[in-house]
């Protein structure tokens, strides 16, 4: 046993499995994973600063300590993290199954008056409500014709007015037109007309 651990090497693999045999489980992983870092941290900085054996192995366990603590630390705070996204995840699901319930029990309420409401109407009021249901669109069919025919005069007026401007328009150029051209005609007329003769004619 003495041969074993008298080489460096040995040491550190006997310091990890220590740890890792007290430490074993899925929630002390941080706590193991830094004892074992603290361990190789410490033997190998006692192997670099020149140590025995005995020295090596007194700093790779003084590094265990200190990884093992700095690990435990890590591993609360992730142990109290998951714990509380835990209750926050379980306190979302009561609020969404009591929400659920309360919509189920409301809808289940809302149907029950309507039965109830339904055993109280008499044949009576069934047609009569059809009579006045079918008045109402008789009377609002009425008022729809009356609406899209004052919107169909609308519509021709305009257009007979646009249809107005632009024979106006039109009118007024070609008069411009004529009056240009028989001017024009005219003239060119009156010079034919007044050119004096040829006195030796």
Known sequence: MKALISTPIALLAAASLILQTGCAGPAASKTVKGGTTGATVGAVGGLIAGEDAGGIAAAGLAGAAVGTVIGAVAQ????????????QRAYNQAIAMQ???????KAQLQEDLEIAEGFRITEEELAEMTTRAESAEQQLAILQKRRDAAIERKRELDELEEREREALAEAARLEKELAELEGGTSTAYKKTTEEPSDPQL
């Open 76 to 87: 609360n705070r992730e142990n109290k993290r998951q714990d509380t996204l835990a209750q």
């Open 99 to 105: 929400k659920r319930a309360q919509e189920k029990e």
